[in-house]
């Protein structure tokens, strides 16, 4: 009786496949071409974004002593224009991460102090403000010694701007209080969630 031929099934080895660490590996390393360009993008942004804050601080120090009528809304520009190049330097090369919650909430106080009070500064004097004559009308004739200051003026270049930086500011600040609110309702219920005692049957 003859036999069928047998059949021999040999299983093929797999190919190697290169690990998960050389994948990561692969994965996570960069060219120096893709540095370059991030730095050079980091860099485009930081000279992009100082140009508001150095607007901002060089009409502040310009306009220093010409605005009697609140003297303080200067040195809010000066302030704000420090507060947005240090906060813009600190993300574009150092990441705002590094340092830390407690620096970013150090300076948000800061600058939420200095909006107060500039409010302030701007609300009290927006009916008494005068743009166009700093100094008063000279009650003699012929009088040759200094003039008056008026005490209500204040330079538009710097009380205007103020005013606009001033509204932007608390709009962005009531529209960001529902995001802010959920955020605080998401969190609550998470932990909340995590703390709830499993019960076993």
């Known amino acids: 009786m003859i036999e ?7 299983e093929s080895s797999p190919s190697p496949s290169p690990s998960v660490k050389e ?8 060219s120096p ?13 930081v000279a992009f974004y100082a140009l508001l804050p150095i607007a901002l601080i060089a009409i502040g120090i310009a306009k220093l002593g010409q605005c009697p009528v609140s003297p303080g809304i200067p040195i809010f520009m000066i302030a704000i224009g420090v507060v947005i190049l ?3 330097f600190l ?19 800061g600058f939420f102090s200095f909006l107060l009070a500039a409010t302030l500064w701007v609300t009290w004097s927006l009916k008494r403000v005068e743009n166009t004559k700093p100094y008063l009308a000279n009650p003699i004739k012929g009088w040759k010694g200094p003039k008056a200051v008026n005490p209500n003026y204040c330079d538009p270049v710097v009380y205007w701007p ?20 959920n955020e605080f309702k998401k969190k609550g219920g998470s932990t909340a969630s995590e703390n709830q005692p499993i019960v076993s049957r």
């Open 4 to 10: 069928p031929p047998q059949t021999m099934v040999t």
């Open 162 to 181: 103020a005013f606009i930086i001033i509204a932007v500011c608390w709009i962005l600040i009531i529209l960001a209080i529902p995001n802010l609110i």
């Open 86 to 88: 240090v906060l813009a």
């Open 33 to 45: 071409e893709e540095t370059e360009e991030s730095c050079g993008n980091k860099i485009i942004g």
């Open 23 to 30: 994948k990561d590996e692969e994965s996570t390393s960069d």
């Open 91 to 109: 993300h574009y090369l150092f990441k705002i991460e590094v340092l830390g919650q407690i620096a970013v909430a150090v300076i948000f106080v």
